[in-house]
């Protein structure tokens, strides 16, 4: 999102430039959907043992539980994302950078 931002002008000829708003909706599509979706891949787990794929469901499952459930609309996702701050003063993320680092 920070490339998005950074890369892309909010503004074209006086205009607002929807591309870049597409695009920071897409990602945060993407993040939506990485969240709500758990990550269990399928070819290595075919050839592991039939308890190896319970255990694999009853962690899918657990995955659903209403606090996660929560988590994946839409609304509860901007809700999330609302208060958030966005910081584009470069010396003040390099300020925080600095502070993280040291």
């Not at 591309?19 to 959907?33: N, S, T």
């Not at 969240?35 to 255990?55: A, I, T």
Request: glycine content about 0%; proline content about 6%.
């Amino acid at each position: 999102m920070t490339f998005i931002h950074e890369g892309n002008r909010t503004l074209v000829e006086n205009l607002v430039n929807f591309e870049k708003l597409r695009m920071m909706a897409k990602a945060v599509h993407l993040v939506h959907h990485c969240r709500s979706h758990p990550n269990l891949p399928l070819s290595p787990l075919r050839s592991r043992p039939q308890y190896l794929l319970e255990e694999a469901r009853a962690i899918r499952a657990s995955t659903c539980s209403e606090q996660s459930l929560s988590t994946r609309s839409p609304a509860a996702t901007w809700a999330h994302i609302q208060p958030l701050r966005v910081i584009d003063r470069q010396k003040e993320l390099l300020r925080l950078s600095r502070d993280l680092e040291s």
